[in-house]
């Protein structure tokens, strides 16, 4: 068989290029986060912009704009899968782990991509506190949306199974993804006025420690979603 | 088993005399105090019938016997009632110590995520046709959700400053309680496990019989 030839990363990366290229192809999740994330930051902008605001309203804004702009496009990835008709040839051609890695993999370059894009339009927009620690916020909103990608991959999996797909993400994600958004909002709120590491390390030994826990159980718990 | 039926009533009304008549009031407090007998016990059900359920769904996914599905699905929809009767004492108790209902205090907030996760795991079962896929889908999201819990009720609540009243008898303070107070709560939380194990017991028997009427679970 072929796929006997290849390691196990090269058939990571061949599905990381084949989900890239169709992504490239109909451009449809990324534009939609996108599209949604700025739609909300326009509309807290507009309303919030004669006000100066504490640094916790900025991270909650911030958190609450990522959290529900990936909901819309993290659950593609497995329910694109579904719909197109291509879910059983996938499942015979690897192993799931294979799988797994591949679409959290493709989850946070999407994640990481809706960042590059929010992160310096919100300083524009929002105007934080000047004395912002830059590369803290950003180390946080990397390690929470690392987070956010590890949970709802195995979750997305879970719902492309189930009937009402596309609103039943939301609602299952957001228990499970509590402690990550109260941790990652009250980090970065401390970032943004400038503490230091030592301030935030609790912080960000906590959404490690869960990333590091989610995906571990994700990776071993994937062939029982994914395997009929 | 009758026995352990009648023994369980006698001790939980000892438990309510004990509750009202016999334990001192906490410093401070005053009668507010008493609710941490029926409170504490009942959130502790909570958390305990979802760990169950939890090793329920962990069993199903090793050996495929639809049953311990069944069996999670009895544990979590107690764990349910539970956990809902703790938020409302809590809310109770909350309203007449600090003056609101509820004021999303980090412990307040984790119950109510054990709550959202109880939520979740019955709206995810409602949504899955295949009576296999169903058992699968939602072992796998209690195991997930499982996860969070920990970090929920003892993580969040140490790191943020909480106005929930310190676990008396966190072991790092060593015992601080009222040694009247302990033994009318150590009383109160066997009791209320008794009184889970109980309505457990009966839905398991109403799950045999049920089962020997329509069919074996795995063949039926």
Same mark, same amino acid.
Request: overall charge neutral; glycine content about 6%; proline content about 4%.
């Given at each position: 068989?072929?796929?006997?030839?290849?390691?196990?990363?090269?058939?990571?990366?061949?599905?990381?290029?084949?989900?890239?290229?169709?992504?490239?192809?109909?451009?449809?999740?990324?534009?939609?986060?996108?599209?949604?994330?700025?739609?909300?930051?326009?509309?807290?902008? +507009?309303?919030?912009?004669?006000?100066?605001?504490?640094?916790?309203?900025?991270?909650?804004?911030?958190?609450?704009?990522? +959290?529900?702009?990936?909901?819309?496009?993290?659950?593609?990835?497995?329910?694109?899968?579904?719909?197109?008709?291509?879910?059983?040839?996938?499942?015979?051609?690897?192993?799931?782990?294979?799988?797994?890695?591949?679409?959290?993999?493709?989850?946070?370059?999407?994640?990481?991509?809706?960042?590059?894009?929010?992160?310096?339009?919100?300083?524009?927009?929002?105007?934080?506190?000047?004395?912002?620690?830059?590369?803290?916020?950003?180390?946080?909103?990397?390690?929470?949306?690392?987070?956010?990608?590890?949970?709802?991959?195995?979750?997305?999996?879970?719902?492309?199974?189930?009937?009402?797909?596309?609103?039943?993400?939301?609602?299952?994600?957001?228990?499970?993804?509590?402690?990550?958004?109260?941790?990652?909002?009250?980090?970065?709120?401390?970032?943004?006025?400038?503490?230091?590491?030592?301030?935030?390390?609790?912080?960000?030994?906590?959404?490690?420690?869960?990333?590091?826990?989610?995906?571990?159980?994700?990776?071993?718990?994937?062939?029982?979603?994914?395997?009929? | 088993?009758?026995?352990?039926?009648?023994?369980?009533?006698?001790?939980?009304?000892?438990?309510?005399?004990?509750?009202?008549?016999?334990?001192?009031?906490?410093?401070?407090?005053?009668?507010?105090?008493?609710?941490?007998?029926?409170?504490?016990?009942?959130?502790?059900?909570?958390?305990?019938?979802?760990?169950?359920?939890?090793?329920?769904?962990?069993?199903?996914?090793?050996? $495929?016997?639809?049953?311990?599905?069944?069996?999670?699905?009895?544990?979590?929809?107690?764990?349910?009632?539970?956990?809902?009767?703790?938020?409302?004492?809590?809310?109770?108790?909350?309203?007449?110590?600090?003056?609101?209902?509820?004021?999303?205090?980090?412990?307040?907030?984790?119950?109510?995520?054990?709550?959202?996760?109880?939520?979740?795991?019955?709206?995810?079962?409602?949504?899955?046709?295949?009576?296999?896929?169903?058992?699968?889908?939602?072992?796998?999201?209690?195991?997930?959700? +499982?996860?969070?819990?920990?970090?929920?009720?003892?993580?969040?609540?140490?790191?943020?400053?909480?106005?929930?009243?310190?676990?008396?008898?966190?072991?790092?303070?060593?015992?601080?309680?009222?040694?009247?107070?302990?033994?009318?709560?150590?009383?109160?939380?066997?009791?209320?496990?008794?009184?889970? $194990?109980?309505?457990?017991?009966?839905?398991?028997?109403?799950?045999?019989?049920?089962?020997?009427?329509? $069919?074996?679970?795995?063949?039926?």
């Amino acid at each position: 068989m072929v796929s006997k030839s290849y390691g196990w990363v090269d058939a990571v990366l061949a599905l990381i290029k084949k989900d890239l290229i169709d992504e490239c192809r109909t451009r449809f999740a990324f534009t939609s986060i996108i599209l949604f994330a700025m739609t909300t930051l326009v509309m807290v902008s +507009f309303s919030t912009g004669a006000f100066v605001l504490d640094s916790g309203l900025h991270a909650a804004f911030l958190w609450i704009i990522i +959290f529900f702009s990936s909901m819309t496009a993290l659950a593609r990835s497995f329910i694109k899968e579904e719909e197109q008709g291509t879910a059983r040839i996938l499942k015979i051609s690897t192993t799931p782990e294979v799988v797994f890695i591949a679409k959290l993999m493709f989850n946070l370059v999407m994640l990481l991509g809706l960042l590059v894009v929010l992160y310096p339009l919100y300083l524009v927009l929002m105007n934080p506190p000047a004395a912002n620690n830059n590369l803290l916020v950003m180390l946080f909103l990397i390690l929470g949306s690392s987070c956010l990608a590890g949970t709802t991959t195995i979750l997305a999996a879970i719902v492309s199974q189930a009937g009402a797909k596309h609103t039943l993400l939301p609602i299952i994600a957001f228990p499970v993804l509590l402690p990550v958004l109260l941790t990652a909002i009250r980090g970065t709120g401390l970032a943004l006025v400038g503490n230091f590491l030592n301030v935030v390390l609790p912080d960000l030994i906590f959404l490690f420690s869960f990333l590091v826990i989610i995906v571990t159980a994700s990776l071993l718990l994937f062939p029982f979603v994914w395997e009929d | 088993m009758n026995l352990c039926k009648y023994l369980l009533g006698i001790w939980m009304i000892l438990v309510l005399l004990g509750a009202f008549l016999y334990a001192p009031t906490a410093l401070g407090l005053g009668h507010l105090s008493r609710i941490i007998y029926f409170h504490v016990p009942l959130a502790w059900v909570g958390v305990l019938a979802y760990f169950i359920a939890m090793l329920n769904s962990i069993s199903y996914l090793k050996r $495929g016997s639809l049953l311990n599905d069944q069996i999670a699905v009895v544990n979590a929809e107690i764990g349910l009632i539970f956990t809902l009767l703790a938020t409302v004492t809590g809310a109770v108790f909350a309203r007449y110590t600090w003056g609101v209902f509820w004021n999303w205090d980090p412990r307040q907030t984790s119950i109510f995520v054990l709550l959202l996760i109880y939520g979740a795991y019955f709206i995810l079962r409602s949504a899955v046709e295949d009576e296999e896929k169903r058992a699968r889908m939602a072992s796998v999201f209690s195991i997930i959700a +499982f996860i969070s819990v920990p970090f929920l009720v003892f993580i969040i609540p140490r790191v943020y400053a909480t106005l929930h009243p310190d676990p008396i008898i966190s072991f790092e303070s060593g015992f601080q309680m009222d040694s009247k107070m302990f033994q009318v709560f150590l009383a109160s939380l066997i009791g209320f496990t008794g009184i889970y $194990g109980w309505i457990a017991s009966l839905y398991y028997r109403y799950l045999v019989i049920r089962t020997r009427i329509e $069919g074996d679970l795995n063949n039926g």
